[in-house]
């Protein structure tokens, strides 16, 4: 089977630009997370999802963040406009809420900003 | 002070030494689990534990419910080893769905 899905693998673009990442998750899988990862803060969670309805989207930085599920198999995280500050690798996660609390990753989007 | 704290930060070991990295929680959970991340890759669960030990090949994990610890044991270690080992915990409660990250700890198995 798949696992989670990311794309793309990597993303260099300069600030004040709009930035899209991508995930599709295992399928049958109900909930979705996204999360951040830089040096100085580890792993964040940004996002989490269920049964494609946002459910906690307290860690969103700030409104030039959005993320969208519009259905079961596909998820995307935007930025714009993009800002160095931005440069980190985002994951996408999902898992069977209620059944299990295993997390499954995707392999993640190095995104740098300049 | 965070709520996962793990050690060692970073961990130098020869091929073929037993390793442990620690893990303490100060939160109630409900599950915790270890995560491995190799240089520039991506994140890979190793264990979800609630209670007990769990062993798969060379792994070993056990959590102490009472003492709030977790340790992740590497027998007969291995260069491939090396990597960033993660220390992760679903907190009890209406919030279960999150998971609280430790810092990580950096394994450089030498050959």
């Known amino acids: 089977d798949a696992g989670v899905i990311q794309s793309p693998r990597h993303e260099v673009t300069e600030m004040g630009q709009e930035v899209t990442l991508r995930c599709k998750p295992i399928?049958?899988?109900?909930?979705l997370f996204w999360y951040r990862q830089t040096m100085m803060r580890g792993l964040e969670l940004l996002i989490y999802?269920?049964?494609?309805?946002?459910?906690?989207d307290s860690g969103m930085p700030e409104d030039r963040f959005s993320a969208k599920m519009p259905n079961a198999s596909f998820s995307t995280l935007k930025i714009q406009p993009s800002e160095p500050r931005d440069s980190a690798v985002y994951f996408c996660?999902?898992?069977?809420?209620?059944?299990?609390?295993?997390?499954?990753f995707g392999p993640g989007t190095r995104l740098t900003v300049t | 002070k965070n709520e996962v704290e793990q050690s060692p930060q970073n961990l130098t070991a020869q091929e073929g030494e037993f390793i442990t990295i620690n893990c303490s929680y100060s939160v109630g959970i409900s599950a915790l689990h270890w995560l491995q991340q190799h240089p520039g890759g991506g994140i890979v669960s190793l264990f979800m534990l609630s209670s007990g030990k769990k062993k798969h090949g060379r792994l070993i994990a056990t959590i102490n419910i009472q003492e709030k610890h977790s340790s992740l044991h590497i027998t007969a270690s291995h260069p491939r080893d090396s990597a960033v080992y993660i220390c992760a915990v679903n907190p009890s409660g209406g919030s279960n769905y999150k998971l609280t990250f430790g810092k990580g700890t950096l394994l450089t198995v030498n050959p």
């Open positions: 996660a999902s898992r069977v809420a209620g059944k299990s609390y295993e997390q499954y």
């Open positions: 399928s049958g899988h109900n909930s």
């Open positions: 999802f269920n049964n494609n309805v946002p459910i906690d």
